[in-house]
């Protein structure tokens, strides 16, 4: 979009990254929450406000001819989320949300290379910055040298992959979005989106052997339910911001 009057990405933005600094502290601070069944249980809690919300507010969807984007989209979305919570619950949460943030990056450069976007001056500034960041908090052996035993599992090599991945894989998922375009009702985009997480929660579960069932704990069944409100917003301000 384009022009005085258009909508500016960065309130939606701001946003997503607000609400979903919160909905990863719920799972990071829940002690009985397992990975999978957090993310199958909230996305499904997240249909709740989903469905009612697309057949009250949306009637043309614009699916046609976005499939090939949407699809991908919730595909690499949904496998780049489950390594976020997996990283939240056992990593330092700090840590694992600053690998997260370098997401921005790695969309900017994927649309540069995919869509041939525009690289702006800032953005090559923050990519820079940002690539800092990691190398300080993943400590690399070959800069900062082999860890002590009592640390080496704190600062595992495969630890720090995990959400480094994850954030590469949601840059491109991101990436994706930046081709749907306004058109399509992001209501339906977090939908797909939401089925994604769901199915990939499922197979997580039955990989791991989690439970699946609804913990006994109220302040477990809270945390779930606020989640699935929580990732509805993040999801709907996130991906209207990603087509502006």
């Not at 052996?141 to 991945?165: D, K, Q």
């Not at 590469?168 to 990436?175: K, Q």
Request: proline share 4%.
């Amino acid at each position: 979009s384009s022009g005085i009057n258009a909508e500016s990405p960065l309130r939606p933005g701001f946003l997503a990254g607000f609400i979903g600094v919160i909905v990863f502290s719920l799972v990071k601070n829940s002690t009985t929450l397992a990975v999978g069944q957090f993310s199958s249980t909230v996305f499904f809690f997240s249909f709740l406000f989903i469905l009612p919300a697309l057949f009250l507010k949306e009637k043309n969807i614009g699916f046609e001819g976005k499939a090939k984007y949407i699809i991908p989209r919730a595909l690499l979305g949904g496998l780049a989320g489950i390594l976020k919570l997996w990283a939240a619950k056992v990593m330092d949460y700090g840590d694992s949300v600053s690998m997260f943030a370098l997401v921005p990056i790695f969309a900017a450069i994927f649309s540069r290379v995919l869509w041939k976007e525009k690289l702006s001056i800032f953005t090559i500034l923050a990519l820079l910055i940002g690539l800092s960041g990691v190398v300080l908090i993943a400590k690399p052996t070959f800069l900062f040298g082999a860890p002590s035993e009592e640390n080496r599992e704190e600062y595992s090599s495969i630890f720090a992959l995990v959400p480094l991945s994850g954030g590469i894989i949601l840059g491109l998922a991101y990436s994706m979005m930046r081709k749907v375009g306004t058109e399509v009702s992001p209501i339906f985009v977090t939908l797909v989106v939401s089925s994604a997480f769901v199915v990939y929660g499922i197979i997580f579960q039955l990989i791991s052997g989690d439970k699946f069932v609804l913990p006994e704990c109220f302040m477990d069944r809270l945390i779930l339910f606020l989640g699935g409100f929580g990732m509805f917003a993040n999801l709907l301000f996130l991906n209207r911001g990603l087509t502006l």
